[in-house]
């Protein structure tokens, strides 16, 4: 195991620990307070604006499973670059986008990311993230730790633009199989998914962005031959007519990268009435940590 760390800032620290805490290959995350002049700052005190600091994630990662390239994937993708001081409704210089490199080459990965980005209008307006020197951190109070792991929750409401990437982009960041599936509509064999019979508590996200998308807890088997759940993290995904085949289904893709995940039907067991068929191939699942 080779461990290293990274700090982002991406608005309110509590959604953008919960995105990481689903990440295969992230060892623990911290929230806390950092970039900033005031020493040991509370909440109360981030919240009123005058410390400097921004509310921030410190990520601890295996280097042998996930990338810093592959988290500032996440980073971007899962809030809003193109405004400096605003995440949804949350204003001010605490919710700023902010990178908060620790090394020489993730200063360099984080710009070149940027212009990657920029060239590529992957968003609407240009990226204004910070990307500055690590500073101290300050760790957040007990009760901001896990914030919406304890609310049962895994995402906060705050608006996140489409994330769009060229297909010779998505070729690069994924395998083949999981080209083939999130980005082809393909669909593995039935009984064949690494996912199927997955019982821990947890969240599963989109593959291809790190978008959380469904939780453990509304798993379950549909003797289908795929992971079924019973409805999605609101807000994740959208569905829309499918009529490949031959057939009239309903297809369920990522609402923030588009990519396709599975379908969706109503012959579902709960009071939902809703069995969603995804492929393992289109997701990441993190078991929830007991703490």
Same mark, same amino acid.
């Given at each position: 195991?080779?461990?290293?760390?990274?700090?982002?800032?991406?608005?309110?620290?509590?959604?953008?620990?919960?995105?990481?805490?689903?990440?295969?290959?992230?060892?623990? $995350?911290?929230? #806390?307070?950092?970039?900033?002049?005031?020493?040991?700052?509370?909440?109360?005190?981030?919240?009123?604006? +005058?410390?400097?600091?921004?509310?921030?994630?410190?990520?601890?990662?295996?280097?042998?499973?996930?990338?810093?390239?592959?988290?500032? &994937?996440?980073?971007?993708?899962?809030?809003?670059?193109?405004?400096?001081?605003?995440?949804?409704?949350?204003?001010?210089?605490? *919710?700023?986008?902010?990178?908060? *490199?620790?090394?020489?080459?993730?200063?360099?990965? !984080?710009? =070149?990311?940027?212009?990657?980005?920029?060239?590529?209008?992957?968003?609407?307006?240009?990226?204004?993230?910070?990307?500055?020197?690590?500073?101290?951190?300050?760790?957040?109070?007990?009760?901001?730790?896990?914030?919406?792991?304890?609310?049962?929750?895994?995402?906060? /409401?705050? &608006?996140?633009?489409?994330?769009?990437?060229?297909?010779?982009?998505?070729?690069?960041?994924?395998?083949?199989?999981? *080209?083939?599936?999130?980005?082809?509509?393909?669909?593995?064999?039935?009984? /064949?998914?690494?996912?199927?019979?997955?019982?821990? +508590?947890?969240?599963?996200?989109?593959?291809?962005?790190?978008?959380?998308?469904?939780?453990?807890? =509304?798993?379950?088997?549909?003797?289908?031959?795929?992971?079924?759940? +019973?409805?999605?993290?609101? #807000?994740? $995904?959208?569905?829309?007519? &499918?009529?490949?085949?031959?057939?009239?289904?309903?297809?369920? $893709?990522? !609402?923030?990268?588009?990519?396709?995940?599975?379908?969706?039907?109503?012959?579902?067991?709960?009071? $939902?009435?809703?069995?969603?068929?995804?492929?393992?191939?289109?997701?990441?699942? !993190?078991?929830?940590?007991?703490?």
């Amino acid at each position: 195991m080779s461990i290293s760390q990274a700090i982002f800032a991406a608005g309110c620290f509590w959604g953008i620990q919960a995105v990481f805490d689903s990440v295969p290959g992230v060892v623990s $995350t911290t929230v #806390g307070y950092t970039g900033g002049k005031t020493e040991n700052p509370g909440y109360r005190e981030v919240c009123n604006g +005058d410390t400097g600091h921004a509310e921030a994630v410190k990520i601890l990662y295996d280097t042998d499973f996930v990338s810093y390239e592959q988290l500032l &994937d996440i980073f971007f993708a899962n809030h809003n670059p193109t405004t400096l001081n605003r995440q949804g409704p949350d204003v001010g210089d605490q *919710y700023r986008s902010a990178i908060f *490199y620790l090394t020489t080459e993730q200063q360099q990965e !984080a710009l =070149d990311k940027i212009e990657e980005l920029n060239q590529n209008k992957a968003y609407p307006s240009p990226i204004v993230t910070q990307v500055v020197p690590a500073a101290e951190f300050y760790p957040a109070e007990q009760y901001h730790q896990k914030y919406l792991a304890k609310q049962g929750r895994s995402c906060c /409401s705050a &608006d996140k633009p489409p994330l769009k990437r060229s297909d010779e982009e998505w070729k690069k960041r994924l395998t083949p199989e999981q *080209y083939r599936i999130l980005r082809q509509k393909g669909t593995e064999p039935a009984f /064949s998914g690494k996912y199927l019979e997955v019982k821990e +508590d947890g969240t599963f996200s989109c593959a291809a962005c790190g978008n959380p998308i469904f939780r453990a807890g =509304d798993k379950f088997d549909s003797g289908s031959g795929w992971p079924s759940f +019973d409805r999605a993290i609101p #807000g994740s $995904t959208k569905v829309s007519p &499918d009529f490949s085949h031959g057939m009239v289904r309903a297809e369920v $893709t990522c !609402a923030r990268c588009g990519s396709h995940l599975g379908h969706v039907f109503n012959d579902g067991p709960t009071a $939902t009435g809703a069995r969603y068929c995804i492929n393992s191939g289109a997701m990441n699942f !993190a078991p929830r940590e007991n703490n």
